[in-house]
């Protein structure tokens, strides 16, 4: 026994070797069904730890991959979420201007506001819809909340609305409670106010609508709340500063009134009468 | 002792998942790189033939484990060349590199005309496959290993500072 022992030292090369190379022999002469049996052992038993080893290499791998891919889905999603909240709030929106619409006895064309003019000068706004859907000049705007404006240029498709934030905007208005008539302006777009007589019976809190005399607006749209009452210099008035009901900041979706000026049928005569009054002051 | 086998342990690891993730990505016209027989060159002419053997027998087997190849053929040629390396072992010979670098081509011609040959005998391979695939492959990737042992040889050359025990 020894002599083999000795053997094998003295010739470890060779028999390391021999041993190795019988193995591979084996395993190359062995059947594909043996061939897989003994993979399925050494996978098992020698080379499992290091096969542990290297499918958490690749996992690691799948896993970088799989979190760039998770980031493009998160950031499409993000886009999907804010696009699919968008039109939740737009179908609000609309749901609630489509029950306006049948509250007032009027035709109203719904549109939307496309540019928005950023100046402090004149405050205006551009409407998607125009002389196409039969808007004409000086019709009113309104929001589901009150009046906002009047249209006072029209294109084929687009409009042209001075905002009642515009200081060279003045609308006639009234007291809901007690029918004061006032005229609603504004100085700088963002103060509103009505300066009533002294003895007006006008409260804070007191609703305003609109009028109806100015020719513009229908009588009854909301146009604001009395906000604060304040002594003005001149004794015979007093000033009403007035919380508009519409937030222009937010405006969004509109509607026009598809009702001209009730001064459109004598305009002809009006202008008639610039003309004549102008030719009267040109003369000597 | 133990420090050695731990190195040389990552140092195969870390061959494996480089010839499985790395050199896919450096593969010109289909010829790849071998960097386990890279490895196994730098081991078996550090520690000579028995240690090449073994190691070349267990690197060859875990490869037929984890490529579609017959069962034994990547050991039985690993082994060889192992065992082939180690005779040339630097403690049996000083050598310079190109001498190395001659070696490795050897090594890397006897590795793949075993393998043809096994492939012939196995599979029925015509004999001319022994050729083409030696000229069209095992030439073509034996200079692209030598390039990544040519770089560990220029990494050696590279003056360190000297570290204080």
């Known amino acids: 026994m020894q002599w083999i022992i000795r053997f094998f030292v003295s010739h470890r090369n060779l028999t390391s070797l021999c041993a190795t190379v019988v193995a591979s022999f084996l395993m190359l002469s062995s059947n594909p069904g043996q061939q897989q049996n003994i993979a399925r052992l ?14 958490q290499t690749t996992r690691i791998k799948n896993v970088f991959a799989e979190n760039r891919s998770l980031k493009n889905e998160i950031a499409g999603l993000s ?35 496309v540019v928005r003019d950023p100046s402090f000068v004149s405050r205006s706004a551009i409407i998607n819809v125009g002389k196409d859907q039969g808007i004409l000049p000086y019709m009113p705007v309104m929001t589901g909340r009150g009046a906002a404006g009047k ?45 009533f007589r002294a003895h007006a019976d006008v409260n804070v809190g007191d609703t305003i609508i609109t009028s109806g005399l100015g020719g513009i607006y229908p009588r009854g749209l909301l146009a604001g ?60 | 002792m133990i420090s ?24 010109v016209a289909g010829i790849k790189p071998d960097l386990l027989m890279v490895a196994l060159f730098f081991f078996s002419i550090k520690y000579g033939v028995m240690p090449g053997i073994f190691v070349g027998f267990a690197l060859g087997l875990g490869q037929d484990l984890y490529s579609p190849s017959l069962l034994g053929q990547n050991a039985l ?40 040959i096994i492939q012939i ?45």
Not at chain 1, 90 to 109: A, C, F, H
Not at chain 2, 94 to 99: A, G, H, L, T, V
Not at chain 2, 147 to 160: D, G, Q, R, S, T
Request: a positive charge.
């Open chain 1, 42 to 55: 050494l996978t098992y038993s020698v080379f499992y730890p290091f096969q542990f080893y290297f499918t």
């Open chain 1, 151 to 195: 249209i006072i240029q029209v294109m084929g498709r687009m409009s042209l609305v001075q905002l009642m934030l515009d200081p060279a905007n003045r609308t006639s208005v009234m007291v809901q409670r007690s029918r004061e008539i006032g005229i609603l302006e504004t100085d700088n777009g963002d103060d509103f106010f009505i300066m």
């Open chain 2, 4 to 27: 050695d086998i731990i190195k040389w342990v990552i140092v195969f690891m870390g061959s494996l998942i480089l010839q499985t993730s790395f050199v896919p990505i450096i593969t």
């Open chain 1, 225 to 284: 709340q009395v906000k604060k009452l304040t002594e003005n210099r001149d004794p015979i008035f007093k000033k009403a500063i007035i919380s508009p009901e519409v937030n222009f900041d937010r405006l969004e979706e509109v509607f026009v009134i598809k009702l001209p000026p009730q001064w459109a049928s004598f305009k002809q005569e009006l202008d008639s009468l610039e003309t004549i009054s102008a030719k009267g002051t040109a003369q000597p």
């Open chain 2, 121 to 165: 005998i196995k599979l029925g391979d015509p004999i001319a496959t022994l050729f083409a695939g030696l000229f069209v492959k095992s030439l073509p990737r034996a200079l692209y290993s030598i390039v990544f042992a040519v770089l560990f040889y220029i990494w050696e050359l590279i003056p360190k500072p000297a570290i204080r025990k």
């Open chain 2, 77 to 116: 040629t690993k082994t060889i060349a192992g065992a082939f390396i180690g005779l040339f072992n630097e403690r049996m010979m000083r050598s310079d590199p190109f001498i190395k670098t001659a070696l490795l081509f050897v090594a890397f011609l006897i590795h793949d005309a075993l393998y043809f």
């Open chain 1, 79 to 113: 886009v999907r979420v804010a696009q699919l909240s968008e039109c939740g709030k737009e179908n609000d929106r609309l749901t609630g201007m489509l029950s306006i619409s049948q509250q007032y006895p009027y035709t109203l064309v719904p549109a939307r506001v």
